[in-house]
């Protein structure tokens, strides 16, 4: 796979991972952060900022699932789990294209659009819920491609 072993594959996919925890993680905090009408320009700035953040690394975490990661060795190992792999593919197209979707209205919001910026706010929660979801079926086909007695042995 690309010159790269498996192990150094799987290390930096968790890496990225948790880079990725921590950064939807801020974007949590920034989406629930309470400030005062006197500062609510400060909050739209610091959500598109964690949000441009979020884009940049979910792409790169859909990448790397994809070109070199669990997919690829899932689709090789466990021919009977593919409609799950493609499940989870689809799932990223969904994301590519929310983030597509989303990310010229959260670069266009201004201090003046209170209502805009709510509805935008809970467009990426929405986001960052269904990629909770998604997180945790990919967790559960490693969990059981890893797990999976092949028999044979007894």
């Known amino acids: 796979m690309h010159g ?7 290390n930096v996919a968790q890496m990225e991972h948790r880079i990725l925890d921590h950064v939807k993680q801020a974007l949590r905090v920034t989406l629930d952060w309470r400030v ?4 609510f320009s400060r909050k739209v700035s610091s959500v598109r900022f964690t949000f441009q953040s979020f884009q940049r690394h979910l792409e790169r975490l859909l990448d790397l699932e994809e070109q070199d990661g669990y997919m690829v060795y899932v689709a090789e190992t466990r021919p009977n789990m593919q409609s799950r792999v493609e499940r989870l593919e ?16 959260v670069e266009s919001l201004s201090e003046y659009q209170c209502e ?4 935008v706010c809970g467009e990426i929660e929405t986001l960052l819920e269904r990629l909770d979801i998604h997180d945790m079926e990919e967790i559960d086909l490693l969990q059981e491609t890893i797990m999976m007695d092949e028999g044979g042995e007894g």
Not at 4 to 10: G, H, K, V, Y
Not at 36 to 39: D, E, I, L, R, T
Not at 90 to 105: C, G, I, M, Q, T
């Open 4 to 10: 790269i072993d498996t192990r150094s594959q799987a």
């Open 36 to 39: 005062p009408s006197a500062g």
């Open 90 to 105: 689809r799932d990223h197209v969904l994301f590519r294209h929310a983030l597509h979707d989303l990310s010229p209205e």
């Open 116 to 119: 805009d910026f709510e509805e």
